[in-house]
């Protein structure tokens, strides 16, 4: 696929289809993924594939117990097709029925200076993002459906305990994967002309 089209048509997929995805296929993200720069090419990232029955439960329930004053008393009506009907929907389908997608990426970044008293935020989130970014453009490319969340920080610290991740490693982003259901772009952005500033900010 033509990488501009790849951005032009890399829409975030949250309907995904529970068929298992290779193992080959996985780890081939893992790879595209690990053709990102990285700072100072420190290649600290890390990356957890999740695909077992029960860590994808457990998760499930993770997610469910922390975010239950979210989720409302139930579904929206299958009449109401207002934006926040189809929002609650997405997000109960990804909190109560996550159990239900094959597979899931933690993508992760060593602490470059472990010495430290706090991590160094240049090295940590201008490598895992990179990274997490060609892993998302590699989905798309290869026919998988993705979407980048934050979905770990519901309970981050039960997070860590379960994978058994270190205090010197960071969490960048939760990567459901699996074969979509839904389609693919083109994506809707705003102009250009509304986001760029010449010389100075505020200058059009």
Known sequence: MDLFEAMETCRSIRRLKPDPVPDEMLERLV??????????NSQLWRFIIVTDPGDRRWFRD??????????????PADDDHSLAARNQRMYR???????????FILTAVENAFPSAEKPD???????????????????????????????????EPAVREHFGIPATVELGA??????????????TRQPVSEVIYRDRWGKM
């Not at 389908?93 to 597979?103: G, T």
């Not at 090295?123 to 979407?147: H, K």
């Open 93 to 103: 389908r990804f909190v109560l029925e996550f159990d239900k997608i094959p597979a």
């Open 62 to 75: 993770m997610l469910a117990t922390a975010l239950a004053p979210t989720l409302g008393d139930g579904p």
């Open 121 to 155: 935020p240049h090295y940590m989130w201008s490598s895992v993002f990179t990274a997490t970014q060609n892993l998302l453009l590699a989905a798309r490319g290869m026919g998988l459906g993705a979407a980048m969340t934050t979905n770990h920080l519901a309970n």
């Open 31 to 40: 790879y595209y993924a690990t053709r990102a720069a990285s700072a100072g």
């Open 174 to 187: 939760t990567i459901p994967i699996g074969f979509p259901e839904g389609r693919y772009g083109p994506v």
